[in-house]
């Protein structure tokens, strides 16, 4: 990791204003804030632009969490190659896109915004707390809507990053600012207390969610997890209610584009534009996924089998069982990828409905591609009750409460159910249940960002590239220094 200092962002209470102010003004329209033509930091120190502030603030968490999604979507093994503008991007960048979020439709950028985001939260929270209660009627409210945000913002950096600092405070490791997320997501419980019970988000863009108690606790079942204090995690996570989501509103045009969506959408004009893949293996004279070597293993440094497990979106399967994934970690398929294990597989193959693709227009030409989102404007999960129900899964374990949690996840979606021999094998061997849990989140959060963090935390079985194979670019080191989260932009360094 690189030990060096983070850039004090902080400043005089007038320059954080000012900068608040530039951050707003290049957020307009995100959640139809209107602000005069000209506001001076003084003015934006009043109480009646509290909840511009807050908007402010998410406006700029919603724009990078879309930016990230697509960038999760590389790191998941979503696109085997790309092409176009921005094409070596959605694969394994060891760095965050840094600059201005989604300015152009070539913009893969989202770590400034969250950085600008817990600037300005830190900041605002403190603005806001000082003003009168009468002064700001709904004080409580923004306080808890800011904590909130600003808790997402410090979990994503504590689960995908090697380290953080807040502003020119000594470096982080990432469980210490899943602390610092958690501590918030107390404020935001503390705040709805104060405001006398639960509430909606909701702005001009619509509601991004229905219960902002529910949003919170998904947040701290999620941080818990990540910190691998399950028990904990799960216990959040109960509290969640099936079907609940809430969202990351998107809107057609930049600035409020699913850039997932986007990247999927057709022609050279598009981001990105690429396909999506089946299992990663290497390069023959018979297929050319432009891999050329797998690596091995940076701790025990057994070579990667070709196929890689637990890799590949085409075709994917169920047999009558339920099962999903073969003894050797090869997803099963209806195509017949299957490439180890047969005899795991019982009775048919159904199709997964949850991988929704056709086949249409890439900057590459014709080859399979998204429709889990069809629209620029189809909105984001943030919290989801199905990640819940998978992190008590997790904790429960190999037993009938863990695969009855699963089973409430395919109710829903369609999927067949965990059921015979497979169902009695998940229930008593504690691997043959990781694999499955791990395929389930593979699909079931499939491009919500969210399997990112399951290979970070499950590396022992999930592949990252670690700086082979060349990829679309043989010249672009992909290296990941023997670890698998992401590095800051440079000039992020002193």
Request: aromatic share 8%; glycine share 12%.
């Amino acid at each position: 990791m690189n030990r060096i200092g983070l850039k004090n962002r902080s400043g005089p209470r007038s320059i954080a204003l000012a900068c608040v102010l530039l951050a707003i003004v290049g957020c307009d329209s995100l959640l139809e804030v209107n602000l005069p033509a000209a506001v001076t930091s003084d003015a934006l120190d009043n109480p009646g632009v509290a909840g511009v502030l807050l908007n402010s603030i998410m406006a700029n968490v919603e724009c990078g969490y879309s930016t990230f999604v697509f960038d999760a979507s590389g790191q998941e093994d979503n696109y085997q190659s790309s092409t176009g503008v921005a094409g070596n991007y959605p694969q394994y960048t060891p760095v965050a896109g840094g600059g201005s979020c989604d300015t152009n439709p070539y913009s893969q950028s989202w770590i400034d915004a969250f950085l600008v985001a817990r600037g300005q939260g830190y900041v605002v929270y403190d603005q806001i707390n000082g003003y009168e209660d009468v002064d700001v009627p709904d004080k409580a409210e923004l306080l808890a809507q800011t904590a909130f945000y600003l808790a997402v913002v410090l979990d994503i950096f504590g689960e995908h990053f090697c380290e953080f600092a807040i502003d020119g405070g000594p470096l982080l490791s990432n469980q210490a600012t899943l602390d610092i997320a958690n501590s918030w997501v107390d404020s935001v419980f503390t705040n709805i207390t104060r405001a006398g019970g639960d509430f909606a988000v909701t702005t001009g863009a619509g509601t991004h969610g229905t219960s902002l108690m529910h949003m919170a606790n998904g947040l701290r079942a999620r941080i818990l997890w990540a910190g691998r204090d399950l028990a904990g995690g799960a216990a959040s996570a109960a509290l969640v209610p099936d079907a609940y989501v809430g969202w990351v509103l998107r809107e057609g045009g930049e600035k409020r584009r699913n850039i997932t969506s986007s990247a999927q959408g057709g022609g050279g004009g598009t981001q990105a534009a690429g396909f999506v893949q089946g299992p990663v293996q290497l390069d023959n004279s018979a297929r050319s996924y432009w891999i050329t070597e797998l690596g091995s293993h940076p701790v025990t440094g057994v070579a990667w089998p070709s196929p890689v497990p637990f890799t590949g979106y085409l075709d994917l399967a169920t047999d009558s069982e339920g099962r999903a994934v073969d003894n050797g970690g090869y997803p099963l398929t209806t195509a017949g990828a299957t490439p180890a294990s047969v005899t795991d597989v019982v009775g048919a193959l159904t199709v997964d409905p949850r991988i929704k693709l056709k086949i249409g227009n890439t900057a590459g030409g014709d080859d399979n591609i998204i429709q889990k989102y069809t629209d620029l404007s189809d909105d984001i999960p943030l919290i989801s009750w199905r990640e819940m129900r998978l992190i008590q899964a997790e904790a429960a374990g190999a037993s009938a409460a863990g695969t009855a949690f699963v089973n409430a996840v395919r109710a829903a979606d369609g999927v067949g159910l965990l059921s015979g021999a497979y169902l009695t094998l998940v229930q008593t061997n504690a691997d043959r249940f990781d694999d499955m849990l791990i395929e389930e989140r593979r699909r079931a959060l499939w491009l919500e960002g969210r399997f990112w963090a399951t290979k970070i935390l499950k590396n022992e079985k999930l592949w990252f590239p670690r700086g082979v194979g060349d990829f679309v670019n043989p010249a672009q080191i992909r290296s990941f220094e023997g670890g698998v989260r992401q590095l800051l932009q440079n000039d992020e360094y002193e």
